[in-house]
């Protein structure tokens, strides 16, 4: 009789605590969901910094004018920082250094930038104008850039991307002959990029 009222007691004490214990379950779960929720908005709604290393190799010389057709490449270096919209478009401003391997002058673009994400594959427009360093013979124009990228290291804080696009580069340099015309020589060519996001 004694061990029956043992047994009766811890059955009603299992009964009355199950309900306890799932309620808890059901608790953490929403927390975990909850917790997700707010990481995945926090990533969506962001400010970002990207920094990217590369050449761009031109597809078009001046057969007219070939002293300023020896650049066949550039040193490229750009930085933008800006925001995501969500977690498909990121914007923002930017600027670059270009240094032309032959040819004595640098130009620096200043652009705003636009991404479009989809899983590890992205996509980038550019636009702005570039400044020249090299005096008067030498000036500066118009700025685009449009590609393709590939985010190949993207489950760290600091993102590793490839990328290649197309990128045009208004330039006019001043004849050095008796005439003195400025020639639009612009730099059409294939950009490779590799960069960070962080």
Request: glycine share 10%; aromatic share 16%.
């Amino acid at each position: 009789m004694h061990k029956r009222r043992i047994l009766l007691f811890i059955f009603t004490i299992a009964i009355l605590h199950s309900p306890i214990i799932s309620a808890q379950k059901v608790k953490e779960r929403a927390m975990v969901v909850y917790s997700k929720k707010t990481k995945e908005h926090s990533k969506a709604k962001t400010f970002a910094a990207f920094a990217d290393f590369g050449t761009s190799l031109f597809m078009r010389q001046d057969p007219m004018y070939p002293d300023l057709s020896e650049c066949n490449a550039s040193l490229d270096i750009d930085i933008s920082y800006g925001y995501f919209i969500n977690s498909y478009f990121y914007i923002g401003p930017g600027t670059g250094i270009r240094t032309y391997f032959g040819e004595n002058f640098t130009m620096f673009p200043l652009f705003g930038e636009l991404r479009g994400y989809w899983k590890r594959i992205f996509i980038y427009s550019r636009g702005g104008y570039s400044l020249s360093t090299s005096g008067n013979n030498d000036r500066g124009g118009a700025y685009a850039s449009i590609g393709l990228g590939l985010n190949f290291i993207s489950k760290t804080r600091y993102k590793l991307f490839f990328s290649m696009g197309y990128e045009f580069q208004d330039h006019r340099r001043k004849d050095t002959s008796v005439l003195r015309k400025e020639i639009l020589t612009g730099k059409n060519g294939i950009a490779i990029r590799i960069g960070t996001q962080f």
